[in-house]
């Protein structure tokens, strides 16, 4: 089995939200093949490492217009609002995630 990640899979992915291209962190969870509570917790320890710019933290009214997007989805599901990453919060994540994947 390929650890590779193609483009076409993460292009349906990328979000815009507030002007930048962003994914939701259960899909960058999937993506690096961990939960979505490791990428919350790699934030949450590490968040010098995650300045401005690097995460955005949707609002309430963002998620509720992004989840209408997700028909079918569990993501309308969540409890807890999202957290969105940036090209440079992807990057931060896949070098402090213990994740083959992100690796």
């Known amino acids: ?3 590779i990640i193609k483009l076409e899979n993460i292009q349906e992915l990328i979000l815009v939200i507030r002007g930048e291209k962003v994914i939701i962190d259960s899909d960058v969870a ?3 093949g961990v939960e979505t509570k ?3 917790e790699a ?3 590490n968040p010098d ?3 401005a710019g690097y995460v955005i933290y949707l609002k309430s009214s963002e998620w509720e217009s992004l989840k209408s997007k997700f028909s079918s989805s569990i993501k309308g599901g969540k409890v807890k609002l999202p ?3 940036t090209e440079k919060g992807l990057y931060m ?3 402090i995630l ?3 994947i992100a690796a």
């Open 1 to 3: 089995m390929s650890n």
């Open 30 to 32: 999937d993506l690096y």
């Open 38 to 40: 490791r990428i919350n």
């Open 43 to 45: 934030v949450k320890n």
């Open 49 to 51: 490492k995650f300045p």
């Open 83 to 85: 957290s969105a990453f």
């Open 93 to 95: 994540l896949a070098t």
């Open 98 to 100: 213990k994740s083959k």
